[in-house]
């Protein structure tokens, strides 16, 4: 008895459409995807550096954008005392020198890590109703502390494109 039930449930759904309204599906946009093998470091503190590669994207109809930074990061720095500790990285995302929502991610990390150890973050963001044209997208960072380092950075926008 379960299993017929269960069988016309499959048929209900599958086949008749039944409750397919109720969900709205936005159309796939251009996925665009840059990424940067090179090293780069942070040698001031508390300032927002650009990394390398920003991303442009032309859009022919207005929609919603999403930005995925991923790159490794080895926060190499000790304390005067010779202690490692924890330290804060900030990562935000931009288009077209507008910060991106949420504004930024406080990645915090162990600052006990090798001397060429790395450990892989993202931050995902978001900028909703993006107007049609060509937009820049960068990716932002900053530390309270010297000497933290990144590398193997993709930096992927894709846009959703209302029905």
Same mark, same amino acid.
């Given at each position: 008895?379960? *299993?017929?039930?269960? !069988? ?12 397919? =309204? ?8 251009? /996925?665009?995807?840059?990424s940067w093998e090179g090293e780069d470091v942070l040698d001031e503190k508390d300032v927002w550096k ?15 954008? @999403?930005?995925?930074?991923?790159? #490794? ?22 288009? =077209?020198?507008? /910060?991106?929502?949420?504004?930024? *991610? ?8 090798? #001397?060429?150890?790395? #450990? ?9 109703? !993006?107007?049609?044209?060509t937009h820049t997208v960068t990716a932002e960072w900053r530390s309270k502390d010297r000497g933290v ?9 894709? #846009?959703? @494109?209302?029905?």
């Amino acid at each position: 008895m379960k *299993s017929a039930i269960f !069988l016309l449930f499959v048929f209900l759904v599958c086949f008749t459409g039944c409750g397919s =309204n109720q969900v709205k599906q936005k159309n796939a946009g251009q /996925i665009i995807s840059n990424s940067w093998e090179g090293e780069d470091v942070l040698d001031e503190k508390d300032v927002w550096k650009t990394l390398r590669p920003p991303v442009i994207i032309t859009k022919a109809d207005s929609g919603d954008v @999403v930005a995925l930074f991923v790159g #490794e990061f080895s926060p190499k720095w000790r304390s005067d005392n010779g202690q490692y500790h924890f330290t804060t990285i900030e990562i935000r995302i931009k288009v =077209n020198d507008v /910060i991106a929502s949420p504004s930024k *991610s406080m990645i915090i990390t162990w600052m006990g890590l090798g #001397e060429n150890d790395f #450990e892989t973050r993202s931050f995902l963001a978001s900028v909703r109703n !993006l107007l049609p044209g060509t937009h820049t997208v960068t990716a932002e960072w900053r530390s309270k502390d010297r000497g933290v380092r990144v590398r193997n950075r993709t930096l992927t926008v894709w #846009e959703t @494109v209302s029905p």
